[in-house]
Structures are given as structure tokens and as C-alpha cells.
């Protein structure tokens, strides 16, 4: 069973139209769920780690929230800057120390 | 902090043959992971080290691939007798003692 299922899958956005990225996990002791952006041809790049639900962090126009199943990153008035994947992830269920990632959200903001 | 660095970033290969990558990890970063990536797919886990040890195999790890990092710094991806479908970005992340892996720009692999 997957662990992180990310949607949607594409989305596109007009500069300055405001939306929200999902991500449901079922993973249970959740010990941290990341989320990274990458840019096409680099590795993800870090971007916030939330722990327990109802935590909230933000960046920029970037906000990330955590419920008991599912993240959500909303992007406030997005540049077209901000076009690029961003993905979640989860420490594998089995215990090992790596993460589990989604397939990732392919956002494109057009000017 | 200079981040982590991987090399090469490109390498393109002929089916059969050897390759190997290489990863610094952020300085004084214990663990060392090794992940591949497809187009249109998260990462996968392959590897994981702490320090010098191996401690964790994916079993996508197949017996053609190898990883060491001696002296607990960087560390080396092989992949021996290349097959196409080897073809993918290779990803290393470190981590300290915290929870969070950053990551390397990747190698992307093009097996011919």
C-alpha cells in the first residue's frame, strides 16, 4: 500500500491565482512529513519538515499544514518562479531510516 | 556548509559497461542515503550509511550495484554491466542529527 499519495498529479495556475497542493499519507507514528521542490534536472530541495497535527510552517508565499492524514502546501499569489514539482515524504513505515516519497505535484504558474 | 556535492552530474554509458558515482556529503554529516529517481517518480531509497557502515539495502539494490563510503565521508555508487533501464537521476542526500535529508544536485545516468 502506498504510503504518500500526492494530488493532483499537474496543476497549472495564473500568476497571483492562490491554490493548495495535497498530501494524504497513511503511515501511522508519523515521525516527521517533509516536503521538498525540485526543479527540473536538480535534487529536491528542502523545504519544511511538520511533525504533529495542526503544526503550521511558512516561507515565503509557501505554508505548509498538517492534519492527522493528509498535508496541504498552499502557494499565496504565485510568481512564475515558483513553477517546479514538489514533493512529500514520509519515514518508511518498515522502520528504516529512509524517506518514502510521492510522485509529486508538477506545478506550472504562468505570467 | 557547502552543501552536498555529487560528480559527475551527466554521464552517459554504453550497455555493459561500468560506472561510478561519487557523493560528498554536508561535513560532519553521519548518515549518507542513495536514491534513484525515473521521470514522473518520487526517489527511491537504494542505500543507507552511517559513518562507514552499510546498514540498509532496498531491494532495488540489485547484486550488479555497490556502494561503500570508507572513512565515513564520501561515498561511491558503482553500477557494473549497465543495462538500459538503469537509466535515471541518481540522488544522495545527508543528514545530521536531525530528521531532515538534504539533497545533491544528482547524477543523471543515460545507459545507450
Known amino acids: 500500500e502506498d504510503q504518500v499519495t500526492q494530488s493532483p498529479e499537474a496543476l497549472r495556475l495564473q500568476e497571483g491565482e492562490s491554490s493548495s497542493l495535497n498530501c494524504s499519507y497513511t503511515v501511522s507514528g508519523l515521525r516527521g512529513l517533509f516536503w521538498y521542490r525540485q526543479d527540473p534536472g536538480k535534487g529536491p530541495e528542502f523545504l519544511f519538515t511538520l511533525y504533529s497535527a495542526g503544526e503550521e510552517k511558512e516561507k515565503e508565499r509557501l505554508k505548509a499544514t498538517l492534519t492527522k492524514k493528509e498535508s496541504f502546501l498552499h502557494i499565496t499569489a504565485p510568481k512564475p518562479e515558483d513553477s517546479a514539482t514538489y514533493l512529500c515524504a514520509v519515514p518508511d513505515q518498515t522502520g528504516a531510516n529512509n524517506l518514502f516519497f510521492g510522485t509529486g505535484t508538477r506545478l506550472t504558474v504562468i505570467p | 556548509d557547502t552543501g552536498v556535492s555529487q560528480d559527475p552530474r551527466h554521464k552517459i554509458t554504453k550497455r555493459g559497461q561500468n560506472v561510478t558515482f561519487r557523493c560528498d556529503p554536508i561535513?560532519?554529516?553521519?548518515?549518507l542515503y542513495w536514491y534513484r529517481q525515473t521521470l514522473g517518480q518520487g526517489p527511491e531509497f537504494l542505500t543507507y550509511f552511517q559513518n562507514e557502515a552499510q546498514l540498509e539495502k532496498s531491494r532495488l539494490l540489485s547484486d550488479r550495484f555497490s556502494a561503500e563510503r570508507p572513512k565515513g565521508s564520501f561515498s561511491t555508487l558503482e553500477i557494473q554491466r549497465t543495462e538500459q533501464g538503469d537509466s535515471a537521476m541518481y540522488l544522495c542526500a545527508s543528514r545530521g542529527g536531525g530528521e531532515t535529508q538534504y539533497f545533491g544536485p544528482g547524477t543523471r545516468l543515460l545507459v545507450l
Open positions: 561535513s560532519e554529516h553521519n548518515r
